[in-house]
Structures are given as structure tokens and as C-alpha cells.
């Protein structure tokens, strides 16, 4: 079944210490996107791709890097530089266009990442 | 900028009435207005969607919403509440201008009563 895989699903980090979270999309999509969630802020976009080797910065960049060296990878890396990384992290797809199913965001099960 | 607002942290329906979860948006253009529900611990799930055509849309698990251009809103409804419709749920509307960004509302827990 096609989907978007995110992993790992629980990561603990140390303060000072980069982390990467892994996204893999097998639904051909263009776009992917970064997501943080915190209760009650709902979700912020940090990056999003449109295309590959292509990115652009969110409205919360700041601490975060990604690359896009293929169409279905987009990892994200949690600097040491981003002072409260402890959130849910979602990682989503979609494809433009005018076909049935073409603009729906398509999400992750999501990574929880706990700075200790 | 494209903006959209939830105003209700949370919603407390009986189970059985109907539910409104409620929905405004400031676009320039025409908006492509979505909902999503996510669970616990989960990724959000694709419930609807509007884009062009008629202003009731219907969508997974009996839901629906109404386009209202005037009033610049998409709420979210459903006929009849079932207490496993007790979820986070989020609007969203995707951004016209050149990107394919796409803006989320802060969520409204509801919470369905038996």
C-alpha cells in the first residue's frame, strides 16, 4: 500500500545534540512538507520541497535543516540550534494538479521527540 | 496573507445530535479549503475537501461541510454524532500564491458524549 513512513515514531535526545527524522513517501508525490505540533498551537510548517533538490523555509526554520536528494526522502534534522525541539514532528506529501486525489495533503504517523 | 481561523478550542455534543465544528478563512482568490481529523498519537486523516463546484461537500465517515463565500466560512458538520467521532479536528487552506504551502487553523478537540 502506498503511504508515508516516518521514523522513528519515539526519539529522546540529549541538549546539544543533532537529530534526524527520517520521512519516506512510495505515493509519487511532487510536495513534501515538515510539520511541528505543540497542543494548542496546531501545526506550524517548517519546510516544505516541491520539487526535489529544491526547499524552501517555513514559518519556523529556525533550528531545522532538510534535504531533498530524491523524490520520495525528506529527512529533517533538529539542530542543537533549536532551543525546544520537544514536540510531535509530521511529515506530509501531496500532489498538485486537477486530478480527484491531487491536492490532498497525505501525512505521517508522526515523531515524538523528547529533549531530556 | 492566507489565514484561517478555528474559534472554538472544543466542542461537547450528545451522541446522536448533530455537530458543527466552525471554520473561517482569509484568502485572496478562490480558496482550496480542507479538513482534517487526527487521532491520538496519529497523523491527521483527509476528510474533505472544497475547490471548485458545488458548496456542500461531503465527505468520509458522514461528514460534510458548507462552502459560504459571503460569510467566508467551511464549517464542518455531520447529522448525527458518534462518540468515535471524538477527535482533534483541523481546517486548512491551501496557499494560491505561487507556492504549494498550506496553512492549518489552531484545531477543535470535539468530544462526542454517549
Known amino acids: 500500500d502506498g503511504g508515508i513512513t516516518q521514523s522513528p515514531k519515539y526519539l529522546f535526545r540529549k541538549e546539544g545534540q543533532n537529530v534526524t527524522l527520517s520521512c519516506e513517501q512510495n505515493?509519487?508525490?511532487?510536495?513534501m512538507y515538515w510539520y511541528r505540533q505543540d497542543p494548542g498551537q496546531g501545526l506550524r510548517l517548517i519546510y516544505y520541497s516541491q520539487i526535489v533538490n529544491d526547499f524552501q523555509k517555513g514559518d519556523i526554520a529556525e533550528g531545522y535543516s532538510v534535504s531533498r536528494e530524491k523524490k520520495e526522502s525528506f529527512p529533517l534534522t533538529v539542530t542543537s540550534a533549536q532551543k525546544n525541539p520537544t514536540a510531535f514532528y509530521l511529515c506530509?506529501?501531496?500532489?498538485?494538479?486537477?486530478?480527484?486525489?491531487?491536492?490532498?495533503?497525505?501525512f505521517g504517523a508522526g515523531s515524538r521527540l523528547t529533549v531530556l | 496573507a492566507q489565514s484561517v481561523a478555528q474559534p472554538e478550542d472544543q466542542v461537547n455534543v450528545a451522541e446522536g445530535n448533530p455537530l458543527t465544528v466552525k471554520c473561517t478563512y482569509s484568502?485572496?482568490?478562490?480558496?482550496?479549503l480542507f479538513w482534517y481529523v487526527q487521532y491520538p498519537n496519529r497523523g491527521l486523516q483527509f476528510l474533505l475537501k472544497y475547490i471548485t463546484g458545488d458548496n456542500l461537500v461531503k465527505g468520509s465517515y458522514g461528514f460534510e461541510a458548507e462552502f459560504n463565500k459571503s460569510q467566508t466560512s467551511f464549517h464542518l458538520k455531520k447529522p448525527s454524532a458518534l462518540v468515535s467521532d471524538s477527535a482533534l479536528y483541523f481546517c486548512?487552506?491551501?496557499?494560491?500564491?505561487?507556492?504549494?504551502?498550506?496553512?492549518f487553523g489552531t484545531g477543535t478537540r470535539l468530544k462526542v458524549l454517549a
Open positions: 486548512a487552506v491551501r496557499d494560491l500564491s505561487g507556492t504549494y504551502k498550506y496553512i
Open positions: 505515493l509519487n508525490h511532487d510536495a
Open positions: 506530509a506529501s501531496s500532489l498538485p494538479g486537477l486530478g480527484s486525489g491531487a491536492n490532498v495533503l497525505t
Open positions: 484568502v485572496s482568490g478562490n480558496p482550496y
